[in-house]
């Protein structure tokens, strides 16, 4: 792994692999793999030892200034260790400098097999809420203490949505919640909120069990968000109809088995 040369680019990580800081984190299962794509590689730096400083356990692992380098980088690791992805969550900017879309550039993390986080300088809604829909699970400003970014890549991590208020605002930008859930998520929250049981919407998607939970505690922490909450099944069955995701039925509504 070669270190870049150059003004401003002291301590970046030049993604010809996965580069390991060696030492900063303990080793086993333990550990939360992190990289990041963004073309500031001196924050970057300054993140990697904060977060050092603050959980061993977290690992930024690999940096990149575009998702077709990190990704290139994934490769040659994956041919050496196939057997998972090199790390657990990508920390995404939203303005890159080949301006590639946030969208696009979630949904090839995501097929990469990691979890999108992003973190962006700046407000920028429209931009954020693309990244959301496209699958990304939360947001987060780069002037956020180190502590709060810790937090949310633990929760990402797990799959869950992170509390931040940039990802409230953001999702607060849309007319409707159902505008910025992920093609997967609206699928899940039919299924689901129409009566199906979640172990049959995991059969019905192709997925797991845990991964149908998972996507059923996103799409309620989205909800949460916004103040509409809804923790029972009928909640989201009214949140559905009320989104214009699910007709409503005849009757009271589906059951809570």
Request: charged share 25%; no cysteine.
């Amino acid at each position: 792994m070669a270190r870049a040369a150059g003004p401003g680019r002291e301590g970046a990580v030049v993604p010809d692999g996965v580069h390991d800081p060696g030492g900063d984190g303990a080793e086993g299962g333990g550990d939360l793999r992190v990289a990041a794509v963004d073309d500031h590689p001196a924050l970057l730096s300054g993140l990697r030892v904060e977060l050092a400083q603050l959980d061993h356990r977290i690992r930024l692992v690999a940096t990149a200034p575009t998702v077709d380098e990190l990704l290139a980088g994934f490769a040659r690791s994956v041919s050496r260790a196939p057997e998972a992805p090199p790390v657990d969550v990508v920390l995404l900017d939203l303005r890159l400098g080949d301006e590639s879309r946030p969208a696009r550039n979630v949904e090839r993390l995501l097929r990469a097999g990691v979890a999108v986080l992003v973190y962006t300088e700046g407000r920028s809604p429209d931009a954020a809420l693309e990244a959301l829909r496209a699958g990304a699970l939360g947001v987060l400003l780069k002037d956020r203490p180190v502590a709060t970014v810790a937090e949310a890549l633990w929760a990402a991590g797990a799959g869950e949505t992170p509390e931040s208020a940039e990802t409230a605002a953001t999702l607060q930008h849309s007319q409707t919640l159902a505008d910025h859930l992920s093609l997967q998520e609206r699928r899940v929250l039919e299924l689901y909120a129409g009566g199906m049981p979640a172990r049959s919407v995991a059969l019905r998607l192709g997925v797991g069990h845990e991964t149908a939970k998972s996507y059923l505690k996103r799409i309620r922490a989205k909800y949460a968000a916004v103040d509409r909450p809804a923790y029972t099944r009928m909640e989201l069955y009214h949140r559905a109809v009320e989104d214009g995701v699910i007709a409503p039925v005849t009757g009271s509504g589906p059951g809570e088995g």
